[in-house]
């Protein structure tokens, strides 16, 4: 691993020991957040495939009971049953907050409160299979919503997990082990000048001794 370039000196290596901590943290933080996106992730995951499947069933029985009411009434009635609507539904957006990550709510606005106004038709001319049909897809709406609400969370959910993915990698692989070899090299570095110093005082003491032994032999031939 590659070191940084850095001034081997004894500050140099006071601060990287702090980015060190500082990155070490972060790390087990961004791992944790990512082990908590996870499961969140395959919670919401695991209840979206069940709601999907109900809302498909749902869907599926609706379009028959369309089917059905169109081989007992003539297209143009079929048609004309449903131009003038009584109800209009709108969508209200929320948002939550799901580990640093905004992720939507939807909320079903009706126009009017009365729930009979689903049928924008007499019950005398139409048939039964119609009714059912109109009353099963507007109760699939809000799981509909619902599933919309659920897979745009997966979705925003897989982006934030491989973006923390990503910054654990570069701390894990990059910046921590480029750090931890800086400091190997700044140590050896300071031990080694160390060692250098050391050597040079003993020299200097040798040679002050040296100097002691040979002026006092001299001022003892004088004497």
Same mark, same amino acid.
């Given at each position: ?34 082990? =908590? ?18 809302? =498909? ?18 297209? =143009? ?132 001794? =040296? ?13």
């Amino acid at each position: 691993m590659a070191r940084l370039n850095v001034n081997p000196t004894r500050m140099e290596l006071t601060r990287l020991k702090k980015r060190l901590a500082t990155a070490s943290r972060g790390h087990k933080l961004l791992k944790d957040k990512r082990d =908590e996106l996870m499961k969140q992730f395959l919670d919401i995951v695991r209840v979206s495939e069940k709601l999907r499947l109900g809302v =498909e069933k749902a869907l599926t029985e609706s379009y028959a009971g369309f089917q059905a009411a169109g081989a007992v009434m003539p297209p =143009e009635m079929l048609e004309q049953t449903f131009l003038y609507p009584k109800q209009g539904v709108g969508i209200e957006m929320k948002f939550r907050n799901i580990m640093s990550v905004d992720v939507p709510m939807y909320d079903v606005i009706t126009k009017t409160s009365d729930k009979a106004d689903i049928y924008p038709y007499g019950f005398a001319a139409t048939s039964g299979e119609l009714d059912d049909a109109v009353a099963q897809l507007a109760g699939t709406l809000e799981d509909m919503l619902r599933l919309a609400e659920m897979e745009k969370t997966v979705k925003l959910l897989a982006q934030e997990i491989e973006k923390t993915r990503r910054r654990v990698n570069a701390l894990e692989y990059v910046m921590i082990p480029q750090l931890q070899e800086t400091i190997r090299y700044i140590t050896m570095k300071l031990d080694e000048n160390e060692r250098g110093n050391l050597s040079r005082l003993m020299k200097v003491k040798d040679m002050m001794v =040296e100097q002691n032994i040979k002026a006092q032999r001299a001022r003892d031939g004088l004497a």
